[in-house]
T-cell receptor, first 114, second 115 residues
Framework: SQKIEQNSEALNIQEGKTATLTCNYT??????LQWYRQDPGRGPVFLLL?????KEKRKERLKVTFDTTLKQSLFHITASQPADSATYLC?????????????FGQGTILTVHP | DTGVSQNPRHKITKRGQNVTFRCDPI?????LYWYRQTLGQGPEFLTY????????KSRLLSDRFSAERPKGSFSTLEIQRTEQGDSAMYLC?????????????FGPGTRLTVL
């Protein structure tokens, strides 16, 4: 079965630095990959989506890359701020009849220190 | 507020009791999803609906779990004969159901504690 791993449970960085989070998967590549943010006690909030035929997507201070050869996605937050502190989840979807059904990684807890 | 709402937000029950959760999706969203999340893990897919039709159900979902969306609007998730292992956050999400990349909007979740 498909396995998704996010590189670390926790990542601590200083304000202003770039945070880089990793999402690795096994077996076959998904049709698309999404990144979500989750704050304690709340549901995930969608951030970015990248398709299997796309290399990079950007939105304001966020950037996502997708390498189907390495079976890896990187999520970057530039000029990080303490307000960026949260759990970040990657999620995969394989399209076809199961499109919309998301398989999530375990998440990475990001803490940005002032 | 026109976001996804879930009730109750918290539920404490004794082992063996039945519980029912409700999810109200964003209006006009055709798809509705249920996920379960335990501490330190990402959400795990349980089932989803396209309008009132239940299209897929996780193999991990035991027969004690049942979900309905009778009129294609709100949905209920029932757990019968609860077990301590059912303790988790139950998340509902909805989407427009248009195309294979439509965004899912999550509710705040219902936290279930089984004593």
């Amino acid at each position: 079965s498909q396995k998704i791993e996010q590189n670390s449970e926790a990542l601590n960085i200083q304000e202003g630095k770039t945070a880089t989070l990793t999402c690795n998967y096994t077996n076959y590549s998904p049709a698309y990959l999404q990144w979500y943010r989750q704050d304690p006690g709340r549901g995930p909030v969608f951030l970015l989506l990248i398709r299997e035929n796309e290399k990079e997507k950007r939105k304001e201070r966020l950037k996502v890359t997708f390498d189907t050869t390495l079976k890896q996605s990187l999520f970057h937050i530039t000029a990080s701020q303490p307000a960026d502190s949260a759990t970040y989840l990657c999620a995969l979807s394989y399209g076809g009849t199961s499109y919309g059904k998301l398989t999530f990684g375990q998440g990475t807890i990001l803490t940005v220190h002032p | 507020d026109t976001g996804v709402s879930q009730n109750p937000r918290h539920k404490i029950t004794k082992r063996g009791q039945n519980v029912t959760f409700r999810c109200d999706p964003i209006s006009e969203h055709n798809r509705l999803y249920w996920y379960r999340q335990t501490l330190g893990q990402g959400p795990e897919f349980l089932t989803y609906f396209q309008n009132e039709a239940q299209l897929e159900k996780s193999r991990l979902l035991s027969d004690r779990f049942s979900a309905e969306r009778p009129k294609g609007s709100f949905s209920t998730l029932e757990i019968q004969r609860t077990e301590q292992g059912d303790s988790a956050m139950y998340l509902c999400a909805s989407s427009r159901g248009q195309g294979d990349t439509d965004t899912q909007y999550f509710g705040p979740g219902t936290r279930l504690t089984v004593l």
